[in-house]
Nanobody, 124 residues
Framework: HVQLVESGGGLVQAGGSLRLSCAASGRTSSTYAMGWFRQAPGKEREFVATISYGGLSTVYADSVKGRFTISRDNAKYTAYLQMNSLKPEDTAVYYC?????????????????WGQGTQVTVSS
């Protein structure tokens, strides 16, 4: 099993930035692609970004492309989501996820492990 713990959420004004971190523990010797998803109140969980195990392949949702950057440091077993130019519509609980696939999919059901989520609130 892999345990994931997110951190870095908080309250920020529109136009501001936050960096989320996702620390992995457990069977971290295996190769896992990582993904970030988010869920706003009353809405379904949606894909945000994913990064392959080696970090060479990334995919972003259209809504965050050009504003968010996903990265990872395998030596630290940690993935990151740098969020710039935040908008009120980015307000949600952000979840980190891991999959045994080496290249991350964009659908939530293909991820085996999930963190508990971290709240991001963007005020207008």
């Amino acid at each position: 099993h892999v345990q994931l713990v997110e951190s870095g959420g908080g309250l920020v004004q529109a136009g501001g930035s936050l960096r989320l971190s996702c620390a992995a523990s457990g069977r971290t010797s295996s190769t896992y692609a990582m993904g970030w998803f988010r869920q706003a109140p009353g809405k379904e969980r949606e894909f945000v970004a994913t990064i392959s195990y080696g970090g060479l392949s990334t995919v972003y949702a259209d809504s965050v492309k050009g504003r968010f950057t996903i990265s990872r440091d395998n030596a630290k077993y940690t993935a990151y989501l740098q969020m710039n130019s935040l908008k009120p519509e980015d307000t949600a609980v952000y979840y980190c996820a891991a999959t045994k696939l080496m290249v991350g999919p964009t659908t939530a059901r293909q991820y085996e492990y999930w963190g508990q989520g971290t709240q991001v609130t963007v005020s207008s």
